[in-house]
């Protein structure tokens, strides 16, 4: 599909990764719609772009706001599955002076859950199903998983939505290949977002030393990958890494 012809939703799209895409987007000629709890920085997106606060994880939301952005854009045939949050912590820690015993609070495991994955699906759900009333061809579905999905100590949460993404990112290419429909993933590595800049910064600086070309990565190294999978119409069904070798 060429960028020009995308009417097109990205969650998540008031700051760091998300809101690169959707400027990348608008640049490109894409009629963007973005959507995000963070209404101070939908405000501040430039003209062009529609805007409108969307919690994902509430299905309520999820479902005016596909009407709305379908209404908006006269129609759609794309989303950039973007919205994610971190709640980190070990699910169980013993502090060394103490010896007291904490655990991952519950609460912090439902809001994870509920956005990064829960929220997701409803996107996904409610976009393609506004795709195929419409009888829309080509559409395409990007979802932004993480390298986290292979395991990673202190984020349980974390680690099960984005893998549940990831493994999802088959089943719905499965499933909506008959009504022409794509579903491709991209799973970043340490990119630098607000979301990381609020890294402790001893493992900050930890992680950056393991990572083989030798720096975290940015919005821009993401949005090539995110690229490639909405104009490659051969692409289908699987995770591009985008982590500077930091799985291998």
Known sequence: MELRDLRIVVTGGAQGMGAHFALRLAEAGARVAVGDVNEAG???????????????????????????????????????????????????????????????????????????????????????????????????????????RHGNRGQSNYVAA?????????????????????VGAVAPGMIETPMTRGMNQKARDALVVSVPVGRIGLPEDVWRAVRFVLECDYFDGRCVDVDGGLSM
């Open 162 to 182: 984005k893998a549940a993404l990831a493994a999802n990112t088959v089943t719905w290419a499965r499933e909506f290949a008959p009504f022409g429909i794509r």
């Open 42 to 148: 939908l405000a501040a997106l430039p003209g062009g772009i529609a805007r409108r606060r969307l919690d994902v994880s509430s299905e309520e939301d999820a479902t005016a706001f596909v009407a709305w952005a379908a209404g908006e854009l006269g129609g759609l045939n794309a989303l950039v599955n973007n919205a994610g949050i971190l709640r980190d912590g070990l699910l169980v820690r013993k502090d060394r002076e103490t010896g007291e015993v904490t655990t991952l609070r519950r609460a912090d495991w439902d809001a994870v859950i509920g956005v990064n994955l829960t929220g997701a699906t409803l996107m996904v759900r409610e976009v393609v199903a506004e795709m195929v009333r419409r009888g829309t061809r080509p559409g395409v579905v990007v979802n932004i998983s993480s390298i986290a």
